[in-house]
Each structure stands twice: as C-alpha cells, then as structure tokens.
C-alpha cells in the first residue's frame, strides 16, 4: 500500500484521482500571481515601445527618438524579478536603482515629448512605466515582500519622476492609476495569511479523507485476496464433502482429500509468501499436477517465474496453482502444456489442456476460482488474464504481468 504522502511530497492519488494539498495553495497562488504580474508588465512595456516607434514614423518630433530604447532595462528587470527567486538584498538594491533611472530619463523625454509634456507627470507615459515599477515590485517572494514591493516600486517609480519634473520643469499631476494599483496589489498580498491559515484547516480534512480512503482500499484488497485464498483451500474440499453420500469417511476419501489439500492450495496458505519455493515453482507446479493425475508439460523461459519481484510473483505464482488445480478438477484429461515467455517489462504464461472445456460467458460471476483466484489476483497486481474455452474443445489461460512488480 502507498503511505499517504507528505507535504514535502505534493499530490497524491487517491481512487484516480489526482489530490492537490491545500497547503500548496497560497504558493502555488502567488506564483500565479508574479508570473501574470511579469506579462503584464511586459505587455504594457511593448505597447508602449510600439506607440513610441509609430509616433517617431508617422509625427516626428511628438516623441523624443530615444524613449522605446529606454524601456529595455525596464523589460530586464521584468523577467529578472521574476526568474531570480529569492531576490537578494542587493537584487532588490540593484533593481531599484534601474527602475529610478529608467524613470528619470523617460521623464526627461516626455518633457521633450510635445505629445507627453501637456499631461505632465501624469503622461501616459510616465503612467505606465509606473504601473510597471508597482508590478515589478510585487514579484518579491513572500507576501510581506510582496506588499513592501509594491508599494516601494511605487514610492521609487514616483519619487524619480517627481523628483526629476521639478528639475526639468514638467508640471506635477496626480496620478491615480499607479496609486490605484499598488494599494490593490498591497491588499491582494494582506490576504494572503487568511488564506493560508483556511488551507491549514481543509488540509487536516483532506489528509483525514485520503487516510480513510486508503484504509477502505486496503480492506478491499485484503478481503479479496482472502476470498482467493478461501476458495484455493476450503471451499474446494468443501464442494467435494458435500457431492459424496452421507456417512464416515472411507480411508480412500482422506488420502484424497489430504492429497488434494496438499497439492492445491495449503502449502502457498501455510508458508511464508516471500519464501521461495525449494525446488522452484515449475517443479512446484508439475507436482500439483501429478498429485491431480495430470502430466504438466513445461517449456520457455520456466527460470523466469522463480525471480519475479513481489508481490506480482506471489500473485502469478497462486495464480498458476490454481489454474493447474482447476486442470486437474475439471478438464477430464491426464495432460497440459504450460509456456512461459518472459521480456524485460513483462512475463507471459499460457496454460493449455485439451479436455472437455467449458463456457466462459455461462460461468456465474459469483464463482470465486476464476474471478478472484486467477482474475483478482493478476489485475490486482497490475497484470491481465484471460481464457479462452468452449464444450469439447479444451481451454486456454493466458496470464501475463509486468515484470517490475
């Protein structure tokens, strides 16, 4: 069975279906968050280098030449904010000092801008590269970062325009957009401990869910795998107690019975699964055979079904068991042929007899000798099996199971 998985672990599989743990939540939010914040900026920087470079074709002289080559750094600083995690004093150091100087100069521009200079500082822009600054600001990697970041790209963008109009004698505008965003991305990053603290709680309700959800799985397992078992020994000798006429048993019906016992199914309930057999399960299988009066004929790779991994050995193993059992039961003939044909992802193993067959599709789904000691048992381990018989023609049993475990 697979433990549940840890925080540090991720996702986990549960019934098929892929379960996220809440405690991932707020990081996986926030990373969605600086990376929109990152194309966002890159947009809005290549809007305005494009109106930049129409402006200098179409009306020469509205703009000054130089603005589109100015917001290059800003574009570096955008991917650099965002691939540079954590951001280091000095990063953040670093940044800024690009950010204020690509504003200044943009400042200086749209004074010289005659399309730039009658808004003032509040241009469209100087706007824009502040919005830029605020998301730049905002990519810090925890939500205290991520306030002081944005606010802080707005205090610098801000601060090196204003600062910079009052030299050039570009008239002051209040800006409202830029504000507008900041305080947005500073109140977006406040609630984040909330939900943090809402993850931690569903977290709890989650991991309980998966638990019981694995336990119910395993149970399943089990109680499957016992019915297999159930049906391998006492059910068998059960049917045949109660097909004979009442009364003491005879000495031939105890040899009988203790042999069909030992043959059948006993051994693989009373030994240790992950001991391997003596003399290896070919011969294991041959004697089961003889012990029912059937002559089993081996070919293939047979070294193959003593070194397959757990626990889909255990499964083929039993599985083969059964199905010789059921050769010997039912099929009414004194001969088999089995083949084993392995590959490195999977062993292939093919039971055929040329007796009196039966109908598959006429077999009632409750019988438990094909359903669970064979079918169960292979699917359970990851592997397929499937029979091919019909009245008087004899029967075939492909088992087939990947070689990994």
Request: proline fraction near 7%; hydrophobic fraction near 50%.
């Given at each position: 069975?697979?433990?549940?998985?840890?925080?540090?672990?991720?996702?986990?599989?549960?019934?098929?279906?892929?379960?996220?743990?809440?405690?991932?939540?707020?990081?996986?939010?926030?990373?969605?968050?600086?990376?929109?914040?990152?194309?966002?900026?890159?947009?809005?920087?290549?809007?305005?280098?494009?109106?930049?470079?129409?402006?200098?074709?179409?009306?020469?002289?509205?703009?000054?030449?130089?603005?589109?080559?100015?917001?290059?750094?800003?574009?570096?600083?955008?991917?650099?904010?965002?691939?540079?995690?954590?951001i280091?004093?000095?990063?953040?150091?670093?940044?800024?000092?690009?950010?204020?100087?690509?504003?200044?100069a943009?400042?200086?521009?749209?004074?010289?801008?005659?399309?730039?200079?009658?808004?003032g500082t509040?241009?469209?822009?100087?706007?824009?590269?502040?919005?830029?600054?605020?998301?730049?600001?905002?990519?810090?990697?925890?939500?205290?970062?991520g306030?002081?970041?944005a606010?802080?790209?707005?205090?610098?963008?801000?601060?090196?325009?204003?600062?910079?109009?009052?030299?050039?004698?570009?008239p002051?505008?209040?800006?409202l957009?830029?504000?507008?965003?900041?305080?947005?991305?500073?109140?977006?990053?406040?609630?984040?401990?909330?939900?943090?603290?809402?993850?931690?709680?569903?977290?709890?309700?989650?991991?309980?869910?998966?638990?019981?959800?694995?336990?119910?799985?395993l149970?399943?397992?089990?109680?499957?795998?016992?019915?297999?078992?159930?049906?391998?020994?006492?059910?068998?000798e059960?049917?045949?107690?109660?097909?004979?006429?009442?009364?003491?048993?005879?000495?031939?019906?105890?040899?009988r019975?203790?042999?069909?016992?030992?043959?059948?199914?006993?051994?693989?309930?009373?030994?240790d699964?992950?001991?391997?057999?003596?003399?290896?399960?070919?011969?294991?299988?041959?004697?089961?055979?003889?012990?029912?009066?059937?002559?089993?004929?081996?070919?293939?790779?047979?070294?193959?079904?003593?070194?397959?991994?757990?626990?889909?050995?255990?499964?083929?193993?039993?599985?083969?068991?059964?199905?010789?059992?059921?050769?010997?039961?039912?099929?009414?003939?004194?001969e088999?042929?089995?083949?084993?044909?392995?590959?490195?992802?999977?062993?292939?193993?093919?039971?055929?007899?040329?007796?009196?067959?039966?109908?598959?599709?006429?077999?009632?789904?409750?019988?438990?000798?094909?359903?669970?000691?064979?079918?169960?048992?292979?699917e359970?381990?990851?592997?397929?099996?499937?029979?091919?018989?019909s009245?008087?023609?004899?029967?075939?049993?492909?088992?087939?199971?990947?070689?990994?475990?």
């Amino acid at each position: 069975m697979t433990p549940a998985p840890t925080p540090e672990q991720g996702p986990a599989a549960a019934d098929g279906a892929w379960i996220f743990p809440l405690r991932e939540a707020t990081v996986t939010t926030r990373a969605a968050l600086v990376t929109g914040a990152t194309a966002l900026s890159l947009v809005l920087l290549g809007v305005l280098a494009t109106l930049s470079v129409i402006l200098c074709v179409t009306r020469p002289g509205s703009i000054v030449w130089w603005v589109p080559l100015v917001l290059l750094p800003l574009a570096g600083c955008c991917v650099a904010a965002w691939r540079w995690e954590p951001i280091p004093v000095g990063g953040y150091v670093a940044i800024g000092v690009v950010v204020a100087a690509s504003l200044v100069a943009l400042t200086v521009g749209a004074a010289g801008s005659p399309a730039q200079a009658p808004a003032g500082t509040a241009s469209f822009l100087l706007s824009m590269t502040t919005n830029v600054a605020v998301l730049i600001g905002a990519t810090s990697d925890r939500w205290t970062g991520g306030i002081a970041g944005a606010l802080g790209g707005y205090a610098v963008g801000e601060g090196a325009i204003v600062v910079t109009a009052a030299i050039v004698g570009l008239p002051y505008r209040l800006d409202l957009p830029p504000i507008a965003i900041a305080v947005g991305v500073a109140v977006g990053y406040a609630f984040f401990p909330l939900a943090r603290r809402r993850a931690r709680r569903g977290t709890a309700l989650l991991d309980d869910a998966d638990r019981r959800t694995r336990a119910r799985r395993l149970r399943e397992l089990e109680g499957r795998e016992s019915i297999a078992l159930l049906h391998d020994t006492l059910l068998g000798e059960l049917a045949a107690l109660a097909r004979r006429d009442p009364g003491p048993l005879t000495e031939a019906d105890r040899v009988r019975l203790a042999t069909s016992l030992e043959s059948s199914a006993m051994l693989p309930l009373l030994r240790d699964k992950t001991e391997p057999t003596p003399d290896g399960v070919a011969a294991r299988l041959v004697a089961i055979g003889a012990a029912g009066g059937i002559r089993l004929r081996l070919e293939g790779d047979l070294a193959a079904l003593d070194t397959m991994p757990e626990p889909a050995g255990a499964a083929l193993r039993s599985a083969l068991e059964q199905c010789v059992v059921n050769v010997a039961r039912h099929s009414g003939v004194a001969e088999a042929w089995l083949a084993v044909a392995a590959s490195p992802g999977r062993v292939d193993v093919t039971l055929v007899d040329e007796g009196v067959g039966f109908d598959p599709d006429a077999v009632p789904h409750d019988r438990l000798g094909l359903s669970e000691s064979v079918h169960g048992r292979i699917e359970r381990c990851g592997g397929s099996a499937r029979v091919w018989s019909s009245p008087g023609a004899g029967t075939s049993v492909h088992l087939s199971v990947p070689a990994g475990g």
